[in-house]
C-alpha cells in the first residue's frame, strides 16, 4: 500500500486517531440514543469505513440504511447540484435518525439531505461526519457530531477518494496537488 502514500504530501489523522475518536464518538451517541433505536443512513461511498467502524462502537439497537448521493463527480470541487443516486430501503417517518458522512465541505449535500428527511417525517436528524472544514461551509448546517475539524485542504483516505482512488488508505491523508492540478 505504500505506493498511494506516494501521492501525499502528508499523513494529517492516523488510523490510531481516528480509531479512538470513532470510539468516543460511538459512546457519545450511545448516551444521548440511551433508551431509543435510532436509523444510522450511511452516505455511499465515502463514509463506509467510517460508518461501519462507528456503529460498531454504538452499544444500542439500531437500524441501518443506505444512501448515494453525488455533488462532486470526479472533480475536487462540488458542483453544487445534489443528486440522489440510491434512496432509502425504509421509511424514516418517526425515527431517529443520524446521517454518517465522510466530510461535510460546503454543507449543501448534508442541507439536502437533512430538508428530505423532515420532509419524510424523520422525528429528528442529526449530522454525524468523520471531518468537517467549516471554513467552506456555504450552507448553514449544524453538524451535531465530529471527529476532526480540518482545514481547507484535499484530503483522501479512510473512504475519501479521489476520482475512485485512495479510500482504502487506512489514514487520512493530503493529497498531493501535483496529482489533481490538470484540472
Same mark, same amino acid.
Given at each position: 500500500?505504500? &505506493? ?34 435510532? &436509523? #444510522? =443512513? ?15 462502537? =454504538? ?25 440522489? #443516486?440510491?434512496? #432509502? $430501503?425504509? $421509511? ?11 466530510? &461535510? $465541505? ?10 428530505? #428527511? ?24 449544524? &453538524? ?18 479521489? $476520482? ?20
Amino acid at each position: 500500500m505504500t &505506493v498511494l502514500y506516494e501521492d501525499l504530501d502528508r499523513v494529517l489523522i492516523s488510523r490510531e486517531e481516528i480509531a479512538a475518536s470513532v470510539k468516543e464518538l460511538g459512546k457519545q451517541i450511545t448516551q444521548d440514543y440511551a433508551g431509543k433505536s435510532p &436509523v #444510522l =443512513i450511511c452516505i455511499l461511498k465515502g463514509a463506509v469505513m467510517f460508518f461501519a467502524d462507528l456503529i460498531r462502537n =454504538i452499544d444500542l439497537p439500531i437500524s441501518l440504511d443506505f444512501m448515494a448521493i453525488s455533488s462532486y463527480g470526479s472533480s475536487t470541487k462540488t458542483s453544487g447540484v445534489v443528486r440522489i #443516486l440510491k434512496d #432509502l $430501503d425504509h $421509511d424514516i417517518a418517526n425515527c431517529d435518525v443520524i446521517v454518517v458522512e465522510d466530510i &461535510v $465541505d460546503s454543507g449543501l449535500t448534508l442541507s439536502y439531505i437533512q430538508a428530505l #428527511l423532515d420532509q419524510r417525517g424523520a422525528r429528528s436528524v442529526r449530522i454525524a461526519t468523520l471531518l468537517d472544514k467549516p471554513e467552506r461551509r456555504r450552507s448553514p448546517l449544524t &453538524v451535531d457530531y465530529c471527529c476532526f475539524t480540518i482545514p481547507n485542504e484535499f484530503v483522501v483516505g479512510y473512504g475519501l477518494d479521489y $476520482d475512485e482512488k485512495y479510500r482504502n488508505l487506512p489514514d487520512v491523508g493530503v493529497l498531493s496537488p501535483r496529482i489533481y492540478a490538470k484540472e
